[in-house]
C-alpha cells in the first residue's frame, strides 16, 4: 500500500498525518469535549455539541412525541458508531477493503422503573449492552476477529461505558 492509496473511502497519508497532529500536541490526549442540552417543551431537548445539533425525545407510549431517539437510545447508537468507526479506521490502516459493515447493538435496562417512580429496586441504567460485528472485507476470519478485539480494546466509548468514570453533578439555581 503506497501511501497515496485511498481505501474505505479513507486517504491513508491524510488520515496518518491527522493522526499524527494530534499525536504532537501534549494536551490533546485528554480529547475535552464538551455539551449543552436545552428544554424544548414537554420531554423534547436539544443537544448542541461543537457545531452540531440533535434532538432528544421520548416514545409516544412515555409521553414523549417520538420525533428522535431518546438518551439512552443515543448512547447504544454512540457505542456502535465508535466500533464501526474502529474497524474502518484500523481495516484501512492495515490496507483491508470492507465491502460491507455493520454493527448491531441491542441492551436491556435493570429497571427503568426506578426511574419513572414506579420501583426502587436496582437502577434504570444498562445491566447488559450486546454488539455484533458484521463484515464482508478482503480479510480472513482471524485478521477481523484481531482488528474487532483491538477496536473494542480501544474503543472510546466502549471503557466508557465498560469502567467507573468520575461524574460530578452540580446545579446552578437561577432565582
Not at 83 to 104: M, P
Request: aromatic letters at 6%.
Amino acid at each position: 500500500m503506497t501511501e497515496n492509496t485511498k481505501i474505505n473511502g479513507l486517504d491513508i497519508a491524510a488520515t496518518r498525518a491527522a493522526i499524527a497532529t494530534v499525536g504532537a500536541q501534549p494536551g490533546s490526549s485528554k480529547a475535552p469535549k464538551k455539551s449543552r442540552v436545552r428544554w424544548l417543551s414537554g420531554l423534547k431537548f436539544k443537544a448542541a455539541i461543537r457545531n452540531h445539533e440533535f434532538i432528544v425525545d421520548e416514545p409516544a407510549h412515555l409521553a414523549g412525541e417520538d420525533e428522535s431517539p431518546n438518551s439512552m437510545e443515543y448512547v447504544l447508537g454512540a457505542y456502535g458508531a465508535c466500533l464501526a468507526t474502529g474497524v474502518v479506521l484500523n481495516a484501512s490502516q492495515r490496507g483491508i477493503a470492507i465491502h460491507n459493515l455493520e454493527v448491531a447493538v441491542s441492551s436491556t435496562q435493570d429497571n427503568v422503573f426506578t426511574f419513572l417512580g414506579l420501583g426502587s429496586e436496582g437502577h434504570p441504567g444498562f445491566d447488559e449492552i450486546v454488539a455484533k460485528l458484521y463484515v464482508q472485507a478482503d480479510a480472513d476470519e482471524a485478521t477481523l476477529q484481531e482488528i474487532w478485539e483491538h477496536t473494542i480494546k480501544t474503543s472510546p466509548v466502549h471503557n466508557t461505558l465498560a469502567r467507573p468514570v468520575t461524574i460530578r453533578a452540580e446545579m446552578d439555581f437561577i432565582p
